[in-house]
């Protein structure tokens, strides 16, 4: 059974830095792209970046040059490091395998919730 495990997410004062992580177990991780998803209020989720095998990364236009995502193979586990917080970065953060669609092939986890605010 795969399962996805986040931490990291707090609250925060725009333009602080935040780092999440994320656990995966049950994956053949190594194997397979990792993708970081956000769903903030009332809105769909959406995918925020990505990051192959090979570590060609990509990201949602309104993150690109503040977020980066990393991965630790032998770790299992997927990074996403945000840096120039806004508040509309303010979302539940979740770790996936994206599908060819781009929407996350597993059972999604908890998330963790990233609260940007004055």
């Known amino acids: 059974q795969v399962q996805f495990a986040e931490s990291g997410g707090a609250l925060v004062r725009p333009g602080a830095s935040l780092r999440l992580s994320c656990a995966a177990s049950?994956?053949?991780?190594?194997?397979?792209?990792m993708a970081w998803y956000r769903q903030a209020p009332g809105k769909q989720r959406e995918l925020v970046a990505t990051?192959?095998?090979?570590?060609?990364?990509n990201y949602l236009g309104s993150v690109k040059g503040r977020f980066t995502i990393a991965r630790d193979n032998a770790k299992k586990m997927v990074f996403l490091q945000m840096n120039a917080l806004k508040p509309e970065d303010t979302a539940v953060y979740y770790c996936?395998?994206?599908?060819?669609?781009?929407?996350?092939?597993?059972?999604w986890g908890q998330g963790t919730q990233v609260t940007v605010s004055s």
């Open positions: 996936n395998v994206p599908n060819s669609s781009g929407n996350g092939m597993f059972d």
């Open positions: 049950g994956i053949a991780f190594s194997h397979y792209t």
């Open positions: 990051r192959t095998t090979d570590d060609i990364t």
